[in-house]
Each structure stands twice: as structure tokens, then as C-alpha cells.
């Protein structure tokens, strides 16, 4: 039963464009996510994240997007750079439970 | 500061043999979670340990698999009798014990069960 989905395994954007990845979750007793960033023979490491009593939050090039009632979340990436090709994991938890649950991973690649 | 180490980087190993797995976490970092990926699958929970409290151990795939943690700091993820879909890399977090504290990963080691 995976709660956390990311349904695109891979995305190409041109850089300077928009990068928007997207994650679904079907657990509503999640009010913390995250999105994490992977490179090649690296942990992942942490980018953003945002508490369920938000619907935005902006970190630089960086902003998250979460729609509770649809129970998803978007991550968007603007301008694209070169650097932001990797793999994203979107990520998930749930009060009092510190645990989290990832989707399996979307591909970013940039095209410069 | 030393982030998250873990060792060794990678491990092959022969089905059957037992392995241990060993993470040092962040100093300071109360909180401690292995996870692993899986070939084209996502981070699979496996332990989390949290100060003196008993861990939660509900995503461990089969009673082959156990973790510890020493003096609240070093843990050491062991496989008994491995088998080829225990092939994966072995991912450590570490996190401060805060609410919705963001969790850092360490490198990983990658097994591989021949």
C-alpha cells in the first residue's frame, strides 16, 4: 500500500524553465512533508518542507504547494539550474509519529 | 560538523552470511532511523530509535533483520542468513528530538547479496 505517491519516475525541463514535481498521499492523518533531494551515491538530503496548516511555502527558487483537500503537494523549481538535476523524494509524517514515508522518486533533469 | 557516517560504503556478500551494517549519527541527534532502497522503489522505513525509549521496530521486513543502538548514539543494523532481495542500499537519518525536525541522511551502504 504505498501512502506517498510521485506517479512520474522522471522529468526533463530546459534550464530557465519551471520544474514542477508532484506528489499524492492518501493517508489524512499526514501534517508534515518534506521533499528531498538525491544525488548519485549521496543520502538524500533535505530541501523544503510544509506543516498541513500552510498551503505554501517559499524557500528561494524553491516553493512547495500543499492542497489538503486533494491531498497533494507540488514542489516547483524556478529557474531551473543545471545543479537541480538529481532524483526528488517527496516524504511524509504523521503527528507523534517521527517516522517518515517516501514516495518512490522523481528523475529531475535539466537540460542546459 | 561531521554529518552522518555511515560503514562500510558497500558490501557484497554471499546468501546465508550474516551482515552488520554500522551508523554513527550526528552528535547531539537523539533520534536515529534506518531505512532502505530498493532497486527503483522509494525509502522503505525500517527502525527508529529515539532516546532511551523502545525503538519502533514495525517496518523490519522479517525477524532476519534487528538493530541497536549503543550509549544512545552508534547503531548497527545486523542480517542474519541474507538473502538476494535483502540486496539494497541501507540508508541512516539522524535527527534532533523537535518536532518535525527535518532528518539527515548519511551516504548509504549498498548491499549486494550474491
Known amino acids: 500500500d504505498q501512502q506517498v505517491k510521485q506517479n512520474s519516475p522522471s522529468l526533463s525541463v530546459q534550464e530557465g524553465r519551471i520544474s514542477i514535481l508532484n506528489c499524492d498521499y492518501t493517508?489524512?492523518?499526514?501534517?508534515?512533508f518534506l521533499w528531498y533531494k538525491k544525488y548519485p551515491a549521496e543520502g538524500p538530503t533535505f530541501l523544503i518542507s510544509i506543516s498541513s496548516i500552510k498551503d505554501k511555502n517559499e524557500d528561494g527558487r524553491f516553493t512547495v504547494f500543499l492542497n489538503k483537500s486533494a491531498k497533494h503537494l507540488s514542489l516547483h523549481i524556478v529557474p531551473s539550474q543545471p545543479g537541480d538535476s538529481a532524483v526528488y523524494f517527496c516524504?511524509?509524517?504523521?503527528?507523534?509519529?517521527?517516522?517518515?514515508?517516501f514516495g518512490t522518486g522523481t528523475r529531475l533533469t535539466i537540460i542546459p | 560538523g561531521a554529518g552522518v557516517s555511515q560503514s562500510p560504503s558497500n558490501k557484497v556478500t554471499e546468501k546465508g552470511k550474516d551482515v552488520e551494517l554500522r551508523c554513527d549519527p550526528i552528535?547531539?541527534?537523539?533520534?536515529l532511523y534506518w531505512y532502505r532502497q530498493s532497486l527503483g522503489q522509494g525509502l522503505e522505513f525500517l527502525i527508529y530509535f529515539q532516546g532511551n525509549s523502545a525503538p519502533d521496530k514495525s517496518g523490519l521486513p522479517s525477524d532476519r533483520f534487528s538493530a541497536e543502538r549503543t550509549g544512545g548514539s552508534v547503531s548497527t543494523l545486523t542480517i542474519q542468513r541474507t538473502q538476494q532481495e535483502d540486496s539494497a542500499v541501507y540508508l541512516c537519518?539522524?535527527?534532533?528530538?523537535?518536532?518535525?525536525?527535518?532528518?539527515?541522511f548519511g551516504p548509504g551502504t549498498r548491499l549486494t547479496v550474491l
Open positions: 552528535s547531539g541527534h537523539t533520534a
Open positions: 493517508n489524512s492523518m499526514f501534517d508534515y
Open positions: 516524504a511524509a509524517s504523521a503527528f507523534g509519529n517521527e517516522k517518515l514515508t
Open positions: 537519518a539522524s535527527s534532533p528530538r523537535v518536532a518535525g525536525a527535518k532528518q539527515f
